[in-house]
């Protein structure tokens, strides 16, 4: 099979992006969906987003794990793929578009996409961490001197021993000022730290203010790969109003012969 595939990028999250329209992708196989992730024997990405036609919105968002599993929203690739729906010229300045959580709207101005996250209205405060679920499920703690802490062994230990066999996203913040947390996170899927992760720092930034961290509505969050911005509405005791503002870039456009 020939493949011709886009690459995009946000903050450092990159995917995979196919049009698949025309349904003759091999969905089902995840051998070839881990394949084409992986960084030294395929294309290399943090995950594979399918862009398909949708009866009730402008396209369909289909999500894989590096892995090759089917899984929950990705802030970033959400981003990303209103940037390649810019580019195919399905949509203009605004679209809507359907994920595995929903109905997601969004904007595009230039290279900056703004996306609007589900309502959160469940958070799980522990005397150590918190935990909740922004598309994708995310333990969130603050740790001291975040450069130099073990995000890969701290994280994966979280991820398998606190959350068993589906796991968990895990983010580890350090405060910079009132309105501006530091993220680095660990992902599930991925099985290691990525430069950025969307619904994570959307995790954070309502953490955040559940834990009283902060009264800002509207937080910076730097990530390695770059910076991303989340705000916010909370109104009895539900956020809502929730978007994830960012950079989303096209890399390169590629072909690859496949077996199938």
Known sequence: MNLIFYKYQGTGNDFII???????????????????CNRYFGIGSDGLILLENDVESDFKMVYYNADGNESTMCGNGGRCIVAFAHKLKLIQKE???NAVDGIHF?????????LKMINVDTINIQESYAFTNTGSPHHIELVDDLDSFDVF???????????GK??????????????TFKVRTYERGVENETLACGTGVTAVAIAMHATKKTNSTSIKLPVKGGQLSVSFEKNN???TNIFLTGPAKYVFK???????
């Open 95 to 97: 679209t809507k578009f």
């Open 254 to 260: 590629g072909e690859l012969n496949i077996e199938l």
């Open 237 to 239: 005791g539900i956020y």
């Open 106 to 114: 969004a904007s595009i101005k230039d290279d900056i996409v703004s």
């Open 153 to 163: 062994n701290k994280g994966k230990n979280i991820r398998n021993n606190l959350y």
């Open 166 to 179: 589906d796991g968990s996203n895990v983010n580890f913040v350090e405060p910079i000022d009132e309105s």
């Open 18 to 36: 196919i049009d698949n329209r025309s349904k003759t992708f091999p969905k089902k196989n995840k051998d070839i969906i881990s394949s084409l």
